[in-house]
């Protein structure tokens, strides 16, 4: 666990690999005490290492306190209906863990290809969300991802920051 004498002084969104988790994530755990910093694992979906609810739970299991989840709102919802539920994630399945959010919102196309679009109107139920964190008292570090639009995302942005003003008055 976290060395209660040493402040936490940051959060870090990380990925570990396949080949090496093994090893590698009680090493980052144990600098993590040492050194008062959170790792916080970016879920990114279906196709990437430790995107896998039953993978995750590996990793916090192998990492313990020091290891937790930076939820990546669309990219859990990729993995399908039945296990990429943020609020179930924040709620229930890694209740307590979830160090980091991505604001991020995905729709899905019949053939599951996604497309980003502005955070709360896709298949993220914002408001639900925010009040998830705001119910389990989440403290960690949250940014709005959008990339929808790279040669101009200003207008999408400030969309999305109107759209997570609105959800937090919710």
Known sequence: SIDSSVPIKANISAHFQVGNFQTVV????????EFG???????????????????????????????GICLDTAWCMQIGPRQG????????????????VHYKDFTFAP?????????????LDLPAFVA??????????????????????VPALTECVAAMRAAGQA
């Open 111 to 123: 053939d599951g290809m996604w497309q980003d679009v502005i955070v709360g109107s896709g298949n």
């Open 85 to 100: 539920k943020p609020i179930e994630w924040v709620k229930s399945r890694f209740k307590g863990r979830i160090y980091g």
């Open 37 to 67: 910093i959170r790792i916080a694992i970016h879920c990114h979906g279906g196709y990437c290492f430790g995107g896998s609810p039953d993978v995750l739970r590996c990793l916090l299991d192998l990492g313990g306190e020091n290891i």
């Open 26 to 33: 009680p090493k980052v755990a144990a600098l993590c005490d």
């Open 132 to 153: 998830a964190l705001d119910e389990e008292s989440f403290d960690g570090f949250a940014v709005i991802e959008y990339e929808a639009n790279p040669d101009n995302p």
